[in-house]
């Protein structure tokens, strides 16, 4: 169980199963990273694209699966916590409508890392796929845990009643967003919810079939987490962070418990606390001083986005294991163990099933029989210090926890931005005065903008900040912030996240225009054309096993030429055409801007006018 040697991508399970095509789904995460975000729906266009790098910088490639898939996939995230990307790319603006801030409705927050997506087939029934992960959508290199369940929707009636958890937590998101979601969101989720309901979900086969148990909390209808069994024989706890209160729990019965966390996590524990597991263990990673973005000491500043991949390692598994006579009950998913997790102040989603302790119990999941690719192997043993572990500064803390006041405090603010002129953005709200016993600064920019533009904020009142001579590409709702929260001591804490804000103002042909700066001639317009019209069961088109070889564009003019334009766009027309639409609604946006039209090939008007003339007759 566990096995090191058994590792799965997240990116690769979005991939639909065979027969079927991705349709839509809905992810939720603690913190986002815009880049990670664009890497989805890349994934599911090009899997097997022999060049995974060439593909990430080629931005024709990126514009073409966010064409694609950009409108079905959405992701719930916690307000304030999307990572300032290092670099701004123009592919974030395709982002802005499937990124919705959220936070809990109990004073906690929003940590669940569960997906939900449906596929479909020619001839077979909707397809479902829940990925319950520990990880973030973020760069993060640490050690989790994903489940993978699959079923299709079934032709009854009513839904099954386990089923009911999952339906009901996708029904509540769009009521903790921070600002409200558009009809494309409403539609997706009234879908998926209604049918995931009816979905016969199959489990890992070494686990009783009949036991499966979705377990949100933190929303209406689940105030609390998940309920630990009233008789425990033996328990095992994997988490990175730790709570006294939990942990004492969780060991009041039963004996000879396992616990499996960070070393700082473990330093923190009093010795009566962690003499109550038999055995502690860290992973033998010398993770001393890890920065993680959602530790319940760490307020989510100190690297942003790809930045933190560098730094971060160690465990971010969340795993709970309760035995009980033959039997044993496994828990996974995004709470850790600690009581904000399980108390229903934050939103969590865990996933419980039960099996033979003789199968998954906790010396399978360690491998104490098998030590070679075992989890055990991993691990080293952690000795109760004789003493108690230093206190931490309670300076750093106060200064961290200032910090993270002001950043809630300006997520429930009613900022908002506009367009002016050609263009200039404000940048309008107000602000509540910063609690006392410290002092705070407070800048803002445009993702789009060097943070050398950082404008700042008042400390209370109105705010109204504005940032000229934008062009149109740098207008954005992403508004990346700088807090720097000061002691009366001194140590100061910086903390930098992105904001997502109302805009108002956007020019009605950006979209178009946006498109137009990446498809920026007739060359780059061909190739995306070709995109569309690749037979997908075929896999990719030959011009891009030389996609940023740096030569140019002969060898893929070339690739191309061996099919004739006209006869792909008709076979699209008869077998596929709704990709016939989608170029449709490309040259429809290109044609809006005399930049657009200059990049259509000559003659393609003709051409073009015919194709759509058929397939306005199909409709």
């Not at 033998?284 to 790809?306: L, Q, T």
């Not at 598994?317 to 033959?326: H, I, Q, R, S, V």
Request: aromatic share 8%; net charge negative; with cysteine.
């Amino acid at each position: 169980m566990l096995a090191t040697d058994q590792r799965s991508l997240f990116l690769e399970a979005l991939y639909p199963p065979e027969g079927y095509a991705f349709d839509r789904g809905i992810g939720t995460t603690f913190t986002a990273d815009l880049m990670a975000l664009l890497m989805a729906p890349l994934a599911l266009s090009y899997r097997d694209a022999p060049d995974a790098e060439a593909l990430v910088r080629d931005p024709v490639l990126f514009l073409e699966s966010l064409n694609r898939f950009a409108e079905r996939l959405t992701l719930f995230c916690q307000a304030g916590h999307i990572a300032v990307p290092r670099q701004d790319s123009l592919l974030n603006r395709f982002l802005e409508p499937m990124l919705i801030e959220v936070q809990a409705p109990r004073g906690g927050v929003f940590h669940p890392k569960v997906w939900v997506l449906r596929y479909t087939s020619l001839d077979r029934p909707a397809h479902y796929r829940v990925l319950n992960l520990s990880r973030n959508l973020t760069f993060d290199r640490s050690w989790d845990l994903m489940l993978r369940l699959e079923g299709e929707v079934q032709q009854r009636t009513y839904g099954y009643g386990r089923n009911r958890p999952l339906g009901d937590f996708l029904t509540a998101l769009p009521k903790l967003a921070v600002h409200a979601v558009d009809a494309r969101i409403q539609h997706d989720i009234d879908l998926l919810e209604q049918e995931v309901r009816r979905v016969a979900f199959g489990i890992p086969a070494e686990f009783q079939q009949d036991t499966l148990e979705f377990c949100p909390s933190g929303i209406s209808g689940y105030p609390r987490g998940y309920r630990f069994p009233t008789s425990v024989d033996r328990a095992l706890v994997i988490s990175p962070f730790l709570g006294e209160g939990l942990l004492s729990q969780i060991a009041a019965q039963g004996m000879d418990h396992v616990l499996v966390s960070r070393l700082d996590s473990l330093e923190s524990l009093s010795p009566q606390v962690a003499s109550l597991y038999r055995d502690c263990f860290v992973l033998d990673d010398a993770d001393v001083g890890i920065v993680d973005e959602e530790g319940p000491d760490s307020s989510g500043n100190a690297v942003a986005g790809a930045e933190r991949a560098a730094v971060l390692s160690g465990l971010h598994a969340k795993l709970f294991l309760f035995e009980a006579g033959w039997d044993v009950t496994w828990l996974q998913g995004s709470a850790n163990a600690t009581s904000p997790a399980f108390d229903g102040q934050n939103v969590e989603f865990m996933v419980a099933v039960k099996g033979r302790r003789s199968q998954v119990g906790i010396d399978k999941v360690l491998g104490v029989d098998d030590a070679q690719q075992a989890l055990r192997a991993l691990l080293r043993r952690y000795e109760l210090p004789g003493t108690v572990a230093s206190p931490v500064d309670p300076a750093r803390v106060a200064a961290e926890q200032l910090a993270d006041e002001v950043r809630r405090r300006l997520i429930d603010t009613d900022l908002q931005l506009r367009v002016e002129g050609e263009y200039a953005m404000v940048l309008q709200g107000t602000l509540r005065r910063v609690p006392s016993g410290g002092s705070v600064d407070v800048h803002c920019w445009p993702i789009s903008l060097p943070e050398s533009r950082a404008e700042r904020l008042p400390p209370a009142g109105t705010a109204s900040v504005r940032f000229e001579s934008l062009s149109l590409q740098a207008l954005t709702p992403f508004m990346a912030f700088r807090i720097e929260a000061r002691e009366p001591g001194g140590l100061t804490h910086i903390l930098r996240f992105v904001l997502k804000l109302p805009l108002a103002g956007l020019p009605e042909d950006r979209t178009s225009r946006l498109i137009g700066a990446i498809i920026s001639d007739r060359e780059q317009f061909l190739r995306f054309l070709w995109l569309i019209l690749a037979d997908d069961r075929l896999g990719l088109p030959d011009f891009l096993q030389v996609v940023g070889d740096g030569q140019g564009g002969r060898e893929w003019r070339h690739s191309l030429g061996e099919v004739p334009l006209l006869e792909s766009l008709l076979r699209a027309l008869s077998r596929s055409p709704d990709k016939i639409d989608r170029i449709a609604e490309l040259v429809e946006r290109l044609q809006h801007t005399p930049e657009g039209q200059a990049v259509l090939p000559e003659g393609f008007d003709g051409l073009w006018g015919a194709v759509l003339q058929i397939r306005r007759s199909q409709q």
